[in-house]
């Protein structure tokens, strides 16, 4: 396989989880359910900690934890929820990287025209906003600490918080996890000198208990941004 490829696995399960996932339901069984859906498409292993999916609700979504001290609670899925999934499959070195913040209304998950309860459709909207200033302003010689920077400005504006436990908001994708490297402050390196980078704003409004994720990996084409 190739990258994308490995990235339409994420995807495909993504799709997957938004067409199952019912109140009641344990977030142990969402992330079971992702896990073998991703396995069945072909992932090998799982690049992040051995873990497919990181799986939060509720005031959980706000949390930001590594892998290697994360365990997925005992919290079951309400009929008005939130819930944050954050997918890692591999296959041989190959990895893929996919995020959403999933809105549950009425039993059902929704998409955000749908969405009846403003902050949580706000929190959404600000995703969409953050990767389309991504886009907007990205080019092969822009480095990682320039959108560092640009969109934590950003973030901060619009009266949202970065909830990142180490700050960044993305990294490249490689081969072997040390050689990551970060959109974080002090990172020089541009982003057309990675293959292929991730930007995942883990947002929170200021005073709120709910966070917002959205992850897509990028790369360059012909000098244009471009989601893999």
Aim: hydrophobic share 35%.
């Amino acid at each position: 396989m190739d990258y994308p490829q490995v990235q339409n696995i994420a995807k495909d399960t993504m799709a997957y989880a938004r067409q199952s996932i019912r109140p009641g339901m344990r977030l142990l069984d969402v992330r079971r359910m992702c896990e073998a859906k991703m396995r069945a498409l072909g992932a090998e292993s799982f690049w992040y900690w051995n873990i497919g999916a990181l799986v939060f609700a509720g005031d959980e979504t706000a949390k930001s934890v590594s892998g290697r001290k994360y365990k997925t609670s005992d919290r079951i899925i309400r009929p008005n929820d939130i819930i944050t999934i954050d997918l890692s499959p591999q296959v041989g070195k190959i990895w893929g990287d996919y995020a959403r913040t999933v809105i549950v209304q009425n039993g059902e998950v929704v998409e955000m025209g749908s969405m009846k309860n403003p902050e949580w459709k706000r929190g959404l909207q600000m995703e969409d906003f953050l990767h389309e200033a991504l886009c907007a302003f990205a080019a092969p010689q822009t480095t990682f600490e320039e959108v560092y920077f640009r969109m934590n400005r950003l973030i901060e504006e619009k009266g949202f918080v970065n909830l990142d436990f180490k700050g960044n908001l993305g990294h490249s994708i490689v081969r072997r996890k040390r050689d990551r490297i970060y959109i974080e402050k002090g990172n020089a390196s541009r982003l057309g000198d990675a293959a292929y980078f991730t930007f995942e704003p883990h947002i929170g409004m200021k005073g709120s208990p709910y966070g917002y994720k959205k992850e897509n990996v990028y790369y360059f084409d012909n000098g244009k941004i471009t989601e893999l």
